[in-house]
Every structure is written in C-alpha cells, then in structure tokens.
T-cell receptor, first 117, second 114 residues
C-alpha cells in the first residue's frame, strides 16, 4: 500500500519569494508521483509527474519537483511566487500496472498556499 | 478537444435515497477512476473502471457501485445515502491502452445529503 504525507497544511510566502511544498511518500514498489493543483470550486489540474525517468521534473506554470529516492521525497518548488499561485496543492502516488496504466491515486491531505502581496 | 465532463454539477439528496453521477472521459481515454473529496481533505480513491469492468477498488462499502459503458463513459451509484456521503465526487480519466498513466480530472459533482 502507498501513502503520502504533506508537511504543512498551510504555507504562506510573499509574492516573488521561493515556494517550497513538501511531500514524502511510502511505497513498496517504485512509484509514480504527481502534483496536482486545485482552485476553489474546481477539479484538479495536473502540474507535473515523475515516472522513473529524469529525477528533476518540470511542470506547468514554472513549477518543478525533484524525486529523491533516498529521502522518499518529491518536494514541489517554484523560484518566484505569483498571486495567481494561491490554491490547494496535492501530492499523489500510484503504482503502474505491468500491462499499462496505473492504479488509483493515493493523495496527501493537501497544502493551502497563501501568497502575501 | 473536450476534457473530462461530469453531470450534474450540484445535487441535493435526502438520507436513504440513491444517487447516480455521470462522467464522460477525455477524448481517446479508456479508463475512468472515481474519487470522493470531503471538505478540506484530499481525494479518496473509490474505484477504477477499464474495459467495462471494475479493475481496482478503494476502501469504500458496497453501497458505492459503478459502471462503464462501451463508449468509456461511466456512472457512480451510491445507495442508502448517509450524511457522511456529502462530498465533491471527482471523475478522472486516463489511457491504459497506450500505457499512459496521467489522470485528468473533471470539475466534480457536489453532493449534499440532508
């Protein structure tokens, strides 16, 4: 079974500052890892994914994440925060099927990102 | 190219009633997964459908059932509704046949049980 821990239910940064959202995972097999963003009253939008290729993954809107197997971490970063980045961020893990596709996502509890002007 | 669509957007039901939620996957996708997101929580996996069969199920009671149709669209049915079933229900689609694994989410159906 997989699990995800997101450290910090709320993170507040100033506009233009570095964004760092922490995610640690547990999986008995090599996992796929994802970050999703959710704006109020909307569904989830995929920011980026790790699927056993490059350990540094770049996503949309200037976000990137680094897979560190030794630390079982997949932290999300962005060099300079924008007001439009304010949202809920979810880290998720899944396990691939041998025949293609992957099983259901296991999500963390989410981190609410607040951008201070 | 239409993304994942869900209907209805909002729904209010009474305890004990039954509800059906619908999902149309993104064009070209063949796999549908359903999630329940309670207020202030991360989504919880309910089940996944592929080739019209339930391929995997999360930790949800049998009151939650589903179906996938030949055109890959899907329904989620919940019987004997409880107050605790109030949540945002999210549908996600992906593309198993091409070995793709990213799940794309719809906007969700907000279910309120009174």
């Amino acid at each position: 079974a997989q699990s995800v821990t997101q450290l910090g239910s709320h993170v507040s940064v100033s506009e233009g500052a570095l964004v760092l959202l922490r995610c640690n995972y547990s999986s008995s097999v090599p996992p796929y890892l994802f970050w999703y963003v959710q704006y109020p009253n909307q569904g989830l939008q995929l920011l980026l994914k790790y699927t056993s290729a490059a350990t540094l993954v770049k996503g949309i809107n200037g976000f990137e994440a680094e897979f560190k197997k030794s630390e079982t971490s997949f932290h999300l970063t962005k060099p300079s925060a924008h007001m439009s980045d304010a949202a809920e961020y979810f880290c998720a893990v899944s396990v691939p099927y041998s025949g293609g596709g992957a099983d259901g996502l296991t999500f963390g509890k989410g981190t609410h990102l607040i951008i201070q002007p | 190219d239409a993304g994942v669509t869900q209907s209805p957007t909002h729904l209010i039901k009474t305890r004990g009633q039954q509800v059906t939620l619908r999902c149309s996957p993104k064009s070209g996708h063949d796999t549908v997964s359903w999630y329940q997101q309670a207020l202030g929580q991360g989504p919880q996996f309910i089940f996944q459908y592929y080739e019209e069969e339930e391929r995997q199920r999360g930790n949800f009671p049998d009151r939650f059932s589903g179906h996938q149709f030949p055109n890959y669209s899907s329904e989620l049915n919940v019987n004997a509704l409880l107050l605790g079933d109030s949540a945002l229900y999210l549908c996600a689609s992906s593309q198993t046949d091409r070995g793709l694994y990213e799940q794309y989410f719809g906007p969700g159906t907000r279910l309120t049980v009174t």
